[in-house]
């Protein structure tokens, strides 16, 4: 997309067939919609828009999380050039575990200005081009609009436009069509799918509720932009995977692996990092793989890196730092996290940032 609106971006052979498949518009909109596995693609209203266009089955990138993908899609680098691979990141020379995304703190959820006032010394900068033909837009919901990563991923206020829900977004994203004199490229994120998925799993029936809201708005923003003016492209950033209570391992203050870290795992729940104290990683290693080896591989940071999991990119080294000692993978429906004591434990149904097919196999919707 980014090639499409005049960014200088170097193309592989699968990106030229995106760009001509695409083609050339006077307008553009890139919805993402979080958490939109291709396993959802058959749970969109049988009389819908959506369910009549069959989509090309793509991959995200790994991690399949959040944070790596849309600091990947603002910055156009691999998670192993900018270094932000999950959700929470370990900020050594701050002392604290974070996520750079709402930029809170873990252990007491405050405001990371706290400890870095200033946030673009730690989150990529936009990699998408500042003069371009093309105005460029984002459409939010307006509890995002505030983080330090919405101002430094895509630019200032004027460009970002905030919505209550998905249809006011639909709305606005149409008036914003009918009235442009210029040619635009508008991107249109909504987190409301995967924040479902979490709480209900891949079969609850707000899940559906959320996929038929948008088979709505979709085809009302379809049948209302003339499509010879406007293309749409619609994907995720990931998928989810259903992970039963009892193969979700909830380590807490007092557990004797946590004496063994530097600091509590990072990562997610389905890629978990493990920075360990001097002198320890034997027996970190043998403690983990006897406690846990049925349901996790341990790597250590070099493993994990010659094994492919970043991708073809040589990792950075913010990446290198924010990896750890070890990475842990799940070989099938199990999930780790660390839960701090002053927080109330929520244990979720749905999970993602593994490598399973229901995580990584996203659609790509070409209207």
Not at 226 to 243: F, K, P
Request: hydrophobic share 35%; with cysteine; proline share 5%.
């Amino acid at each position: 997309m980014c090639y499409l609106v005049g960014g200088d971006v170097a193309l592989s052979e699968v990106d030229k067939h995106y760009v001509e498949k695409i083609g050339k518009y006077r307008h553009y909109v890139f919805f993402v919609i979080d958490g939109l596995g291709y396993n959802l693609v058959s749970s969109f209203p049988k009389n819908g828009m959506l369910s009549k266009i069959a989509p090309e089955k793509i991959y995200s990138i790994f991690p399949s999380t959040t944070t790596a993908v849309l600091t990947s899609l603002a910055t156009l680098k691999w998670p192993a050039e900018h270094g932000l691979l999950e959700w929470w990141t370990y900020f050594e020379n701050l002392g604290i575990a974070g996520t750079v995304l709402p930029y809170k703190e873990r252990e007491t959820e405050a405001d990371m200005h706290n400890w870095q006032p200033y946030p673009e010394l730690i989150i990529p900068t936009s990699g998408w081009p500042k003069e371009s033909e093309y105005s460029r837009f984002t459409f939010l919901p307006k509890d995002l609009t505030d983080s330090p990563c919405t101002r430094i991923f895509y630019g200032e206020d004027k460009s970002i436009i905030k919505y209550e829900s998905f249809a006011d977004g639909i709305d606005k994203l149409i008036n914003l069509m009918k009235n442009s004199k210029e040619k635009s490229y508008s991107y249109f994120y909504y987190p409301c799918v995967d924040t479902s998925l979490h709480t209900h799993g891949t079969t609850g029936a707000e899940v559906i509720d959320y996929l038929r809201t948008i088979d709505w708005g979709i085809k009302k923003f379809r049948e209302s932009v003339s499509v010879d003016e406007c293309r749409v492209v619609m994907s995720a950033d990931h998928g989810q995977v259903n992970v039963s209570e009892s193969e979700v391992i909830v380590l807490e203050d007092g557990n004797q692996m946590l004496d063994m870290l530097e600091i509590p795992p990072t990562g997610g729940s389905r890629v978990i990092m493990f920075h360990v104290k001097d002198g320890m990683s034997s027996k970190f290693e043998k403690y983990f793989n006897e406690k846990f080896g049925e349901s996790f591989i341990l790597y250590t940071q070099d493993e994990f890196i010659k094994q492919g999991y970043l991708g073809v990119a040589t990792p950075s080294q913010n990446a290198i730092d924010h990896l750890g000692d070890f990475v842990a993978i799940p070989t099938g429906p199990s999930a780790m996290f660390y839960h701090p004591a002053s927080q109330e434990l929520h244990i979720k149904k749905g999970f993602h940032g593994g490598p399973s097919i229901d995580e990584m196999e996203i659609p790509l919707y070409i209207l």
